[in-house]
């Protein structure tokens, strides 16, 4: 693993070498990318993260690749200054895991979990701010995604829930990760692909052709309450509905975000505060697909495509 455990004076040795390399820049745009401090690699296995723990700041590249047997994803949260992974863990997650198992026998519904969630939340997960991370991706594939992370305290976590309804995040797939302020080096892919998010509606531009895309996801708006915006790539294989596909991206839902998954996703990108801009890449294969949100997904995010 190219950024695990770099050492920081190594880590700006590197970032500078690549600023270097940017400036005498007359190359082909396809090797123009140095992927050197500024490619972070992840792998998600069932049911943990191995990521490095601390990163450098900028433009930074996500490689997940899913080892394991269920679908993954990453959601990158950055914490409000002061605020610690463990204090996330207690004060975010143990709330989360009460309001779902409140949820899942039945205690409550939809509307009361909402106020629960409310009464039991911190102030301070207001001031939380979600950065992006890879969409959901089956087992065996990978996902790649670009983001431009400021320097600070984030949590990884990826909350698919098992069979039986644990998340994967009380299972281990909860990590805490620091930006520093060294620099990666990186920059914004070229994108083919402009997908813009608002409420509610997910508006594509570019040429969706079989072969590897690099999509760029512009957050204009998002809901003024809950998770945001996001976008994420679901294949469509014989006589799975899209209709099938919308109740099981809500975490709310009992069945939701719960294995097994009715459809294979490809990947995507969490959501980032309106103006951000993340960029993932993915490999179609001729087939039908949809782009579809998480959260929002009820609410008209989501649009089929067919890639002939
Ligand atoms: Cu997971």
Redesign the pocket.
């Known amino acids: 693993m190219i950024a695990r455990h770099l050492h920081p004076v190594l880590g700006i040795v590197l970032a500078a070498a690549s600023l270097a390399a940017c400036r005498s820049d007359d190359r082909a745009p396809a090797d123009r990318s140095p992927f050197g401090t500024d490619l972070v690699e992840v792998i998600?296995a069932d049911?943990a993260f191995e990521a490095p723990s601390e990163i450098p700041s900028g433009w930074v590249t996500f490689r997940m690749r899913n080892e394991g047997k269920?679908h993954?994803f990453f959601l990158l949260s950055r914490l409000p200054d002061g605020k610690t992974f463990e204090d996330y863990k207690e004060e975010v997650g143990t709330p989360f895991d009460t309001v779902w198992h409140a949820l899942m026998t039945g205690a409550v519904d939809k509307a009361e979990a909402g106020q629960m969630l409310g009464g039991l939340l911190p102030e301070w997960y207001a001031s939380v701010r979600q950065m992006g991370g890879a969409g959901l991706v089956a087992p065996g594939r990978s996902v790649r995604t670009t983001v431009n992370l400021e320097p600070g305290t984030y949590v990884m976590e990826?909350y698919?829930k098992t069979a039986d309804g644990t998340f994967?995040t009380s299972l281990g797939?909860m990590l805490p990760i620091t930006v520093t302020g060294v620099p990666s080096g990186g920059s914004a892919p070229d994108a083919g692909i402009e997908i813009t998010l608002s409420n509610f509606q997910i508006a594509v531009e570019g040429e969706v052709t079989p072969g590897e895309h690099t999509v760029a996801v512009h957050f204009e708006e998002h809901p003024e309450f809950g998770l945001g915006n996001d976008v994420h790539v679901v294949r469509l294989d014989d006589g799975v509905s899209v209709d099938e596909i919308v109740p099981w991206m809500d975490w709310m839902n009992v069945d939701g975000l719960r294995e097994p998954a009715p459809a294979v996703f490809v990947g995507g990108t969490q959501e980032m505060p309106v103006g951000y801009t993340a960029y993932f890449t993915v490999e179609l294969e001729p087939g039908r697909y949809a782009w579809i949100s998480e959260s929002t997904a009820g609410l008209g995010m989501v649009k089929e495509f067919t890639v002939n």
């Open positions: 998600a049911f269920e993954h990826c698919v994967h797939m």
